[in-house]
């Protein structure tokens, strides 16, 4: 979409940044390299944009001012709340129309 010059608007039920969540998955086992990178137990990088997903998905959208909306839905209704999706969806509407 972005890369198409298209409106791009984006919504999570995770409040929890990407960085969070990664830090969780390793259970804080992330360590500076030799060369000052952060890396988990198993090698990869670890870097915190402060954004709700990797860099090109969060940063994409809000580059082509489009909007992310953040909602923290009960951890067993993750897959089925539908309250972020209205909301963007509302100010994707209101936006475009």
Excluded at 50 to 62: A, K, Q, R, S, T
């Amino acid at each position: 979409m972005c890369g198409q010059g298209k409106h791009a608007f984006a919504y999570t039920n995770v409040a929890h940044d990407h960085h969070q969540r990664v830090l969780t998955y390793y259970e804080g086992a992330v360590v500076a390299d030799s060369q000052g990178h952060r890396r988990g137990p198993d090698g990869l990088s670890v870097e915190d944009f402060e954004m709700i997903d990797n860099l090109m998905l969060h940063g994409g959208v809000e580059r082509r001012n489009g909007t992310v909306v953040v909602h923290d839905a009960a951890e067993d209704a993750i897959y089925t709340d539908l309250t972020g999706f209205e909301r963007v969806l509302a100010i994707a509407a209101a936006k475009l129309l």
